[in-house]
């Protein structure tokens, strides 16, 4: 749900109960965690077309950490580009 309505929001229809969701949810501590493990690129996205850029900031830094987190556990051969075409996933991400 929280993808889709901001995809809606980035065509230009935004639910203005939505953001009314967002600002509650970030409100209260385990929620905010919840929300901002899992969706961290859509906050910041949504905090881009709300004019919130040091909060877009904040979850793009958040959404980037988990990203490395992710990549650092990646074999080797996933992202070498040596080999016949294992190093397509890194090519694919970069």
Do not use: T
């Not at 229809?13 to 919840?34: I, M, T, V, W, Y």
């Not at 899992?38 to 850029?53: C, M, N, R, V, W």
């Amino acid at each position: 749900m929280i993808r889709s309505k901001v995809k809606l929001a980035c065509s230009g229809r935004d639910d203005p109960e939505f953001g009314r969701f967002l600002d509650e949810a970030l409100g209260d501590a385990h929620h905010c965690r919840q929300l901002e493990s899992e969706f961290p690129a859509e906050l910041a996205l949504y905090s881009i077309l709300k004019d919130d850029i040091d909060r877009a900031r904040y979850y793009s830094n958040i959404s980037l950490q988990a990203f490395l987190r992710v990549r650092a556990g990646w074999k080797p051969a996933m992202y070498d580009d040596s080999g016949g075409g294992e190093g397509l996933v890194l090519k694919l991400v970069m």
